[in-house]
């Protein structure tokens, strides 16, 4: 079983900056590619980035100017750097893996940006 466990969010001003946290524990192998997603009110499940073991990256268009994804596999985390926030951010910020053809999902890490 493997828990990934979110965290670093918060409320923050425009404008301002937050870096999130995901540490995979358990029977975690740390060979697949982690990955953010958001879920902002009343929208669907955005995808965010992906980053392999390797340090390929991946990030959404939509964030890619603002964001940047890192990992230390050392601790098995992944961090999104988030900066120049804007409220549009607003959401709860879930990662995610795959691993032996299960998905696992963190609880998620609300990020609120507003003045």
């Known amino acids: 079983q493997v828990q990934l466990v979110e965290s670093g969010g918060g409320l923050v001003q425009p404008g301002g900056s937050l870096r999130l946290s995901c540490a995979a524990n358990g029977r975690y192998f740390g060979l697949n590619a982690m990955n953010w997603y958001r879920r902002a009110p009343g929208k669907q499940r955005e995808w965010i980035s992906s980053?392999?073991?390797?340090?390929?990256?991946q990030i959404s268009d939509s964030v890619k100017d603002r964001f940047t994804v890192s990992r230390d596999n050392t601790t098995n985390t992944v961090y999104l750097e988030m900066r120049d926030l804007k409220p549009e951010v607003t959401a709860v910020y879930y990662c995610?893996?795959?691993?032996?053809?299960?998905?696992?999902w963190g609880q998620g890490t609300q990020v609120t940006v507003s003045s």
């Open positions: 980053i392999t073991v390797g340090n390929r990256q």
């Open positions: 995610n893996t795959q691993q032996c053809s299960n998905i696992y």
